[in-house]
C-alpha cells in the first residue's frame, strides 16, 4: 500500500495569489486536469465558470458526460475563497467512496466525513456526508435566521433521488433551510428543472442556471430485439460489441441466466487461459463461490448486491480488463456499477416494486441506459431490451412454418403467463422517447425533524423561536396545499406527544403589564442528544436496555449480543431462511407426533424466526418510548443471526448451507460487519465482560476470514493519510486462512459454543443432526443415542439441561496439553442434570493445527457418560 506523498489540488491552491479572480481559480483547475490527461467538455467548462460567477447550478448532463469533475471543480472553488463545501449522495457506500476519491486529491487534512456511524475529521473544509446528515444539520442550524449552518456549498449527486418516497424529504429539507448556500445539483435524470430554478432563485435571491441539452459524448444506439437470448449474447460477443452487461430485475434471474450461457461459446481459450491467469490462486469459497469460479473461467460475470464484495470486485476487476464478454446483473447497474460495459441488454421492462409488478418508470429506464458506451473506449453504446419469451418464441414458430397455410393452421400460440405485465415495442419506443418524469416532492414532518427545530439556537446559544421556524417548513416545502395541510396536522400530534412526554413544555412569557394577555413560549424541557436522528437512532436504547441484565448471568454475552441484534436493520433474506428452517422442522415433529394437516398448519402461523429476549425487550422499549419520543414510528426487532451463529457453532458456510442463501451470502455478511461495528461503538464499559470482548473479536474475525474489505475500510477511515494509496491492491492474491486458534479467548468461546451445541442436540434427542456432524466429530447418531440411553433413563425426558445453569462456566473443563503436545487439548462439557449430580459428561479432543487448517473448531468425541 503505497501512500501519497502529495495533494495534486492542495498543490494547485497554494498557486492561487488572488482567491478572488476567478481567471485564477479556473486556470488552477485546469492546468490540474490536463496533469492527469483530461480536457475539459464545454459543458463541464460552462457550469465551472458559472459556479465561479457565485450562480446555483443543476448539472443535468448525461452519464459519462464528467459530472464527477465538476463536482471536484466546485470543491476547489469553495476552498480557494475559504469557504466550507459539502458533499452529499445518498448511499454510505457512495459517500465513502468519494471520501476517498476526493482525500487523494485534496490530502486527508482537508477532507473530512460523516455517515451517522462514521465520523473522520468533522471540522474539515470539505465533508462527504449522506444526505440526512446534511438535512439534520440544515434543521438544527438552518432557517430564515440562520447566522451560521457551518455550510457555504452544497453538492448534491444523485439528485433525482429527491422523488424518493422514503428519504426524498433528506433531498428538499436543504433548499428550504439553507438559502445563503450555492448550490450544486447533480443527475443524468433530473427531468424538467423549471421548477426548482424557479424555486431556488425566489428563495435564495441568486441566480439559477441549468447546463443540460449536452450531446451524449458515447451516442446511444436503442434496438428491441424479438430473438432468442441466447442467439443474440452470441452475435453480440462474435462481431466486437461485448462487454454486454445482461439486465434482470432479481437476483435469482442473473443468476440462471449466468448457467444457462455455459453451454455456448462465451470465450475463447486464450481468453480462458487470461482468466485464470488473472484469477491467479485467489480464494473462491464454497456454495455460490465455486459457481461463480465456474462462470467466470468460462468468460460470465454476475454482479448483484447479494454477492460478497469480494466477488463483485472480481468481477469488475476481469471486465476492467476486457476479459468478460458478458456480465448477467441487477439493476443495480443504474446506480453507480464500476463496470465499463459497452452494450446494455435488459431481460424485461417490467420490475417488482415490492407491491406489485409495474412498467419501469423513464427515469428508471434511462438510468441503466445510460450504462452503455464506454468514454475513450467505443464511438457509439447499444441499449438493446428483449420482447417478452412468449413473443419470441412465437415469432420463432411462425419463422419455422414459413409460408406454408398448414403449419401456420397448426401452431398453437404461446401465452403469456399468469399475471404476466405485458410489453411492447410501443413500450420500449415510449420509453427511449421519454424524458424523465418530474420529480415530486416527498417532505414530510417527523419527531425527529421538530426535534432538530426546538434545539435551534441564535448567534449567543439561545433558542430561536420554534412556532416559526416550523411555520417556515410547513408552509414553504415544495408539497401542494392538501398535503401541507396534513403535514400541520401531524406536526400537532407530534407535539401533543412530546409535551406528554414531558419533552416539550409550553412556559408562559411575563408581559410586565398588568392585566394583559398572557403570551407563551415552547421549548424544550430535556437535552436531545446531538446523534439522536442519525443512522443509529435505536443505540440509546440498546445501552439503557443492557441495564436489564445481570452481568454475572451465564448468558451475559450472549444476551448483550441480542440486545444489538434487537436495534439492528433486519436482513430479511436471513430472517426469512430462519423462518423456513424452523418450519420445517416443526413440521417433521408434528408428523411424527400424529398432528392432522390442517392443525399443523394452524400450528405453523405461529412459528417465526428466533426472537431472544422478545418479551423483555418490546416491554423495555414501550417503557423508553414514553420519555424519548423521537423513536417513536420506529419497531425494535428482535432476532438471532449472529447468535444462532454461536449457539450452534457455524462457520459462514454452514450458516448459507443450513438456510439456503447462497445467492444472500453479501446480505449476511453486510449484516456481521455491522453488527460487529455497533458492538465495538455501542456496549458501555459495565457491560464489556470478557465473554462480551471474545464474542466481539470472534465476530470481527468472522468477517474478516469471509471478506476484509467491509471492516477493513471502516478502519482505514480512521487513519486516512494511511489509506490513500497511488496503485490499486491486488485483491486476486489468495486470501490464507487465517489461524482460528491465535486469537485465545475468541478460540475458547467458539470452543465453548461448539461443546454446548452438541449438548442442545442431545436435550432433544436430534440424532440426525448428530449423523450430519459425523464426519467431523467421528460418532453419528447412533453412536451418541446408544451412550445417552442410560441417562435418559435415569433422570428421565427432561435428563439435560439447556438454560443459563446449564452453561455455567465451571462446567466446561479445558486441559492444555495432552502427551506433551501443546497443540491437542481435552475437552470436557459436564451435562446439567435435574438433581445437580453433574456426573455426565461430554469428552472431545480438539487437535488446534486441524482446526487452523479447516479454519473451524473441529472435535473428536472420546466419550460421552458418567465420570470414571
Same mark, same amino acid.
Do not use: C, W
Given at each position: 500500500m503505497k501512500a501519497m506523498s502529495t495533494s495534486p489540488l492542495a498543490a494547485a491552491l497554494s498557486a492561487i495569489s488572488d482567491p478572488s479572480d476567478p481567471d485564477q481559480i479556473l486556470d488552477a483547475f485546469v492546468q490540474f486536469a490536463q496533469s492527469r490527461g483530461l480536457s475539459l467538455y464545454p459543458a463541464q467548462e460552462e457550469a465551472i465558470l458559472e459556479l465561479l460567477d457565485d450562480k446555483h447550478v443543476i448539472l443535468a448532463t448525461p452519464t459519462g458526460s464528467g459530472k464527477s469533475l465538476v463536482a471536484m471543480a466546485a470543491h476547489f472553488i469553495a476552498l480557494a475563497r475559504g469557504q466550507r463545501t459539502f458533499y452529499t449522495a445518498p448511499l454510505k457506500a457512495l459517500v465513502s467512496e468519494k471520501f476517498f476519491d476526493l482525500v487523494s486529491v485534496f490530502g486527508s487534512q482537508n477532507v473530512g466525513m460523516t455517515t451517522g456511524d462514521s465520523a473522520v475529521n468533522p471540522d474539515a473544509p470539505i465533508i462527504c456526508c449522506t444526505a440526512e446528515i446534511l438535512a439534520n444539520q440544515a434543521l438544527r442550524r438552518g432557517g430564515p435566521e440562520a447566522f451560521d449552518p457551518g455550510v457555504d456549498q452544497v453538492v448534491m449527486d444523485e439528485f433525482h433521488f429527491y422523488a424518493d418516497p422514503q428519504r426524498g424529504w433528506a433531498w428538499q429539507v436543504p433548499l428550504l433551510e439553507l438559502p445563503n448556500v450555492q448550490y450544486l445539483l447533480l443527475s443524468a435524470t433530473l427531468g424538467d428543472t423549471e421548477f426548482f430554478r424557479k424555486d431556488l432563485f425566489e428563495r435564495t435571491g441568486r441566480e439559477v442556471v441549468e447546463v443540460s441539452g449536452v450531446e451524449r459524448p458515447v451516442p446511444l444506439h436503442h434496438t428491441y430485439v424479438v430473438e432468442p437470448l441466447g442467439e443474440l449474447i452470441e452475435e453480440l460477443v462474435s462481431t466486437h460489441r461485448a462487454p @454486454?452487461?445482461?439486465?434482470h430485475f432479481t437476483q435469482?434471474? &442473473?443468476v440462471d441466466r449466468a448457467q444457462s450461457l455455459l453451454s455456448m461459446k462465451i470465450a475463447s481459450k486464450q481468453d480462458k487461459e487470461a482468466i485464470a491467469a488473472e484469477l491467479g490462486n485467489f480464494r473462491f469459497g464454497s456454495g455460490f463461490g465455486k459457481l461463480l469460479s465456474k462462470y467466470l473461467r468460462a468468460g460470465i460475470g454476475v454482479h448483484h448486491a447479494g454477492m460478497l464484495p469480494k466477488y463483485r470486485r472480481v468481477v469488475e476487476r476481469l471486465t476492467q480488463k476486457g476479459l468478460l464478454k458478458v456480465v448477467c446483473g441487477t439493476d443495480t447497474l443504474g446506480v453507480g456499477i464500476n463496470v465499463p460495459i459497452r452494450t446494455v441488454l435488459l431481460t424485461s421492462l417490467v420490475k417488482f416494486?415490492?407491491?406489485? *409488478?409495474? #412498467?419501469?418508470?423513464a427515469r428508471e429506464f434511462h438510468q441503466i441506459a445510460g450504462r452503455a458506451g464506454r468514454a475513450g473506449y467505443d464511438t457509439v453504446g447499444e441499449v438493446l431490451v428483449m420482447a417478452p419469451d412468449h413473443v419470441i418464441e412465437n415469432k420463432k414458430l411462425l419463422e419455422k412454418a414459413g409460408d406454408d397455410p398448414k403449419k401456420l393452421k397448426k401452431i398453437v400460440r404461446k401465452k403469456a403467463p399468469v399475471g404476466h405485465v405485458n410489453w411492447t415495442d410501443s413500450t420500449f419506443e415510449r420509453l427511449v422517447a421519454a424524458p424523465p418524469e418530474p420529480l415530486t416532492s416527498q417532505f414530510s414532518v417527523s419527531h425527529a425533524m421538530i426535534l432538530n427545530v426546538l434545539a435551534r439556537t441564535d448567534e449567543d446559544g439561545r433558542p430561536v423561536d420554534p412556532v416559526n421556524? *416550523?411555520? #417556515?417548513? %410547513?408552509l414553504t416545502n415544495h408539497d401542494q396545499e392538501s398535503r401541507k395541510r396534513e403535514h400541520i396536522r401531524q406536526t400537532f400530534r407530534i407535539y401533543r406527544s412530546l409535551r406528554q412526554a414531558g419533552i416539550v413544555e409550553k412556559v408562559k412569557i411575563p408581559t410586565g403589564v398588568v392585566g394583559g394577555h398572557s403570551r407563551y413560549k415552547i421549548q424544550l424541557a430535556v437535552d436531545v442528544p446531538d446523534n439522536f436522528a442519525l443512522n443509529q437512532p435505536l443505540s440509546p436504547f440498546a445501552v439503557a436496555a443492557m441495564d436489564l441484565l445481570g452481568v454475572d448471568s451465564p448468558t451475559h454475552g450472549l444476551d448483550v449480543l441480542s440486545v444489538i441484534e434487537s436495534t439492528m436493520e433486519d436482513p430479511r433474506q436471513v430472517l426469512y431462511g430462519q423462518e423456513r428452517a424452523a418450519k420445517s422442522t416443526a413440521i417433521a415433529e408434528m408428523k411424527a407426533e400424529g398432528v392432522e394437516y390442517d392443525q399443523r *398448519?394452524? =400450528?405453523l402461523e405461529g412459528i417465526s424466526w428466533p426472537k431472544p429476549l422478545e418479551e423483555l425487550l418490546q416491554s423495555a422499549f414501550h417503557t423508553y418510548k414514553h420519555t424519548n419520543p423521537w423513536v417513536s414510528g420506529m419497531e425494535l426487532s428482535p432476532k438471532s443471526v449472529v447468535r444462532d451463529f454461536l449457539e450452534k457453532a457455524q462457520t459462514f458456510s454452514d450458516f448459507i448451507s443450513r438456510y439456503q442463501l447462497e445467492r444472500s451470502e453479501g446480505v449476511v455478511l453486510k449484516y456481521l460487519a455491522d453488527t460487529y461495528r455497533t458492538m465495538t461503538q455501542t456496549v458501555p464499559v459495565e457491560h464489556r465482560t470478557d465473554e462480551v470482548e471474545a464474542i466481539t473479536e470472534w465476530l470481527g474475525e468472522l468477517v474478516r476470514s469471509v471478506d476484509s474489505s467491509l471492516l477493513d475500510e471502516w478502519e482505514r477511515l480512521s487513519n486516512p493519510d494511511e489509506a490513500i494509496q497511488e496503485i490499486e491492491p491486488d485483491f486476486l492474491e489468495d486470501e490464507p486462512i487465517r489461524a482460528i486458534s491465535g486469537n485465545p479467548r475468541t478460540f475458547n468461546?467458539? %470452543?465453548?459454543? &461448539?461443546?454446548? #451445541?452438541? @449438548?442442545? =442436540? %442431545?436435550?432433544?434427542e436430534d440424532y440426525d443432526a448428530f449423523d450430519a456432524l459425523a464426519p467431523k466429530d467421528g460418532w453419528n447418531g447412533d453412536d451418541w443415542a446408544d451412550a445417552v440411553d442410560p441417562m435418559f433413563e435415569e433422570y428421565g425426558d427432561d435428563a439435560i439441561g439447556i438454560?443459563?445453569? &446449564?452453561?455455567?462456566?465451571?462446567l466446561l473443563q479445558i486441559t492444555r496439553g495432552v502427551d506433551g503436545n501443546e497443540r491437542l487439548w481435552q475437552v470436557r462439557q459436564v451435562l446439567d442434570d435435574p438433581n445437580k449430580d453433574h456426573d455426565w459428561a461430554i469428552t472431545a479432543l480438539v487437535d488446534l493445527d486441524r482446526c487452523d487448517g479447516a479454519g473451524e @473448531?473441529?472435535?473428536s468425541i472420546q466419550q460421552v457418560g458418567p465420570s470414571i
Open positions: @454486454v452487461y445482461v439486465v435469482k434471474d &442473473a416494486d415490492g407491491e406489485r *409488478m409495474r #412498467h419501469l418508470t421556524s *416550523m411555520r #417556515h417548513l %410547513l *398448519m394452524e =400450528l468461546i467458539l %470452543l465453548r459454543n &461448539a461443546m454446548f #451445541h452438541r @449438548v442442545e =442436540l %442431545l436435550s432433544r438454560g443459563p445453569d &446449564a452453561r455455567a462456566p465451571q @473448531v473441529l472435535l
